[in-house]
């Protein structure tokens, strides 16, 4: 019965291939969004989708692309992964502003 | 734009003391504000939150935090804390309109000392 759930959790990958990075909430909230959580920490809004419509767009590379086939579904895909992606890819879904955001576990990216 | 600065990145604490995150943000509009704690390998869980009205709210585990709008401050508190409480605390804002995005501060990392 978990709310925000991401898969995989753990991704170790290569330089230069393409990988994808599934959430799923099952606590019927409109919105969701992806964070990046660097490794000192520090989070960073990536993406935010509001019932299958992009409404966050932040300065992200275009390597990036969100797709939202369903508002309880999120995925993240990535093309040509870079050392510098490396971190902890965060999903989260939200009722509303004033009810904040529920997190999933996060999927710790590892490109070597 | 908004803003959070977080002015401890790290508060080392011996169990049973008190402690204080502290808290401060910029914004041109009225703002919700959030503090999250990540536990090690885990997510952010919402840990207490400021919408309006009293300015003190409480967490049920203990934690308090106070809004004060003239210092533009957020601080946490918790008057004795547990070896459990050693974690990563985020503290965030919101501004109150529509399309407003939930900014996080750098973190403040809490290591409870036995």
């Known amino acids: 019965d978990t709310a925000v759930s991401q898969t995989p959790k753990y991704l170790v990958t290569q330089m230069g291939n393409d990988k994808s990075i599934k959430c799923e909430q099952n606590l019927g909230h409109d919105t969701m969004y992806w964070y990046k959580q660097d490794s000192k920490k520090f989070l960073k809004i990536m993406f935010s989708?509001?019932?299958?419509?992009?409404?966050i767009n932040e300065t992200v590379p275009n390597r990036f692309s969100p797709k939202s086939p369903d508002k309880a579904h999120l995925n993240l895909h990535i093309n040509s992964l870079e050392l510098g992606d490396s971190a902890v890819y965060f999903c989260?879904?939200?009722?509303?502003?004033?009810?904040?955001?529920?997190f999933g576990q996060g999927t710790r990216l590892t490109v070597v | 734009a908004q803003s959070v600065t977080q002015l401890d990145s790290q508060v080392p604490v011996f169990e049973e003391a008190p402690v204080e995150l502290r808290c401060n943000y910029s914004s041109s509009v009225s703002v919700y504000l959030f503090w999250y704690v990540q536990y090690p390998n885990q997510g952010l869980q919402l840990l207490l939150k400021y919408l309006s009205g009293s300015t003190l709210v409480e967490s049920i585990n203990g934690f308090e935090a106070e809004f004060n709008k003239s210092q533009t401050s957020f601080h946490l508190r918790k008057p004795s804390v547990h070896i459990s409480d050693t974690a990563e605390y985020f503290c965030?804002?919101?501004?109150?309109?529509?399309?407003?995005?939930?900014?996080f501060g750098g973190g403040t990392r809490v290591l409870v000392k036995p």
């Open positions: 965030a804002v919101s501004g109150l309109a529509a399309g407003n995005k939930l900014t």
């Open positions: 989260a879904s939200s009722p509303s502003r004033d009810r904040g955001l529920f």
């Open positions: 989708y509001n019932n299958k419509e992009l409404i």
